[in-house]
């Protein structure tokens, strides 16, 4: 008969399957920098760590003395390569790729089978982008709204509108064209 000490009763070995999840912050010069993390039971890993129990034929990562976490080839797989596609620039704590390519992160969050947790910057980025209400009475800085004045020059409300979407674009370091048919009396 064989008698379980106290310290062998705590070993756990973790089998279900690994959630990604994709952490984003997104940086006031117009960087996405992301790490991607698996999740199970209350436990996290990380790609890098992950990616080394795989190189390594490791069946289980071991997150501490009494914890083994079974390698989900299939979650580090299919991660991998939708990573692999995403041509995302690698940093010493994850990766990094322009604002630009924000929808890109996006599928790729998607594409994992996991899920993204945003840092307050990114999301208010995603929300303004997904829900833009324009500003009819946009000011421009006091110097412009003077010269303006000035000229007898005034801006109609749509006009305004627009200018407050393309400061939006630059502000957020994203790229926009102002055409013809768009109405806004350039």
């Keep these: 008969n064989a008698v379980l000490v106290d310290r062998a009763s705590q070993i756990r070995i973790i089998t279900t399957p690994l959630e990604p999840v994709v952490h984003v912050k997104k940086d006031p010069q117009g960087w996405l920098d992301f790490n ?10 990380s790609h890098f760590e992950l990616q080394k129990a795989q190189e390594s034929g490791d069946q289980f990562y071991q997150v501490d003395p009494l914890t083994w976490v079974e390698v989900d080839k299939k979650a580090y797989n299919q991660t991998a390569r939708q990573l692999a596609e995403l041509d995302a620039i690698p940093t010493e704590t994850g990766y990094r790729m322009p604002v630009t390519e924000y929808a890109s992160l996006e599928e790729f969050i998607s594409a994992s089978g996991g899920r993204g947790e945003l840092d307050q910057a990114y999301q208010e980025f995603i929300d303004q ?3 833009f209400e324009p ?8 110097p412009v709204e003077d ?5 007898k020059l005034i801006l109609r409300p749509y006009q305004r509108a627009g200018i407050q979407w393309v400061n939006w674009l630059r502000t957020n370091h994203l790229h926009g064209v102002l055409a013809d048919d768009m109405g806004l009396g350039k």
């Design 36 to 45: 991607i993390t698996y999740h199970a039971n209350g436990l996290d890993i």
């Design 147 to 151: 010269f303006l004045a000035q000229q």
């Design 135 to 142: 500003d009819v009475n946009f000011k421009l800085p006091q």
């Design 129 to 131: 982008l997904t829900g």
